[in-house]
């Protein structure tokens, strides 16, 4: 990893260090007053709350990875960092980030399973894909890891078609994608198809979407080679 990487890379997560820090506060605020509600609700028959931290986490990196284009490219070049530098510094903070996240959250996680252990709650559950596996801390770190990479470098792409094409090839790619889901649901086979993938969820299936998000990772760098500072609108 050259100066020029890491400059960038630092750059960044210290950019996005800021929003993750009220992320994370919004995120244990919410937690630790829904746990306060179940203990005081302890003895009312049948009550019982779920939360899954992934749905927090996953929409928090999606968004922050679009934002790695639209707030990071122009800055690079305008410094006369190299497209490919800048796109090798992206693919470092994607995975960086992911097990970051996914570190903290399973971490997280498992101090508030232990504090309402100590307390005695037994009405608030957590919910996580994992759960599919076998669902303790490193499992979770794991699983969220390769799920949290592959939305990454979808929003990290998609981002990249925005600024190259403005809103009109955006639109027409999300439109398509759309009809697409649509034309599944009204057909009877995007409905089949995830009725059949949910309940045979493996290890493999985390691992695929790693992998597309690594092509999706790839089908980038062509946009990257022929991105100016100048924004398509």
């Not at 709350?49 to 749905?55: E, L, S």
């Not at 669902?135 to 470098?153: G, S």
């Amino acid at each position: 990893m050259n100066h020029q990487i890491k400059g960038m890379l630092y750059y960044y997560t210290q950019g996005v260090l800021h929003s993750t820090k009220i992320f994370w506060t919004i995120l244990v605020a919410i937690i630790l007053t829904m746990n306060i509600i179940c203990y005081l609700l302890l003895d009312v028959a049948d009550f019982e709350m779920y939360f899954a931290i992934p749905f927090a986490t996953y929409t928090n990196v999606a968004i922050v990875s679009y934002q790695l284009i639209k707030g990071n490219v122009p800055f690079g070049l305008k410094m006369g960092a190299t497209r490919k530098n800048i796109y090798i510094m992206q693919l470092y903070f994607m995975v960086l980030y992911s097990f970051a996240m996914a570190v903290a959250a399973s971490t997280f996680r498992q101090i508030i399973e232990w504090l309402q252990q100590w307390a005695g709650i037994t009405n608030y559950q957590f919910v996580h894909p994992a759960m599919a596996l076998t669902d303790n801390w490193a499992m979770r770190i794991v699983v969220d890891t390769l799920v949290m990479f592959f939305l990454m470098a979808a929003l990290y792409l998609i981002a990249l078609i925005f600024y190259r094409t403005g809103l009109l090839g955006g639109g027409i790619l999300l439109g398509a994608m759309l009809v697409t889901v649509l034309f599944g649901v009204f057909e009877g086979w995007m409905i089949d198809l995830v009725m059949n993938v949910i309940p045979n969820v493996d290890f493999m299936s985390f691992v695929i979407l790693f992998a597309i998000g690594i092509v999706f990772s790839l089908i980038g760098f062509p946009f990257m080679r022929r991105i100016t500072i100048v924004q398509t609108r």
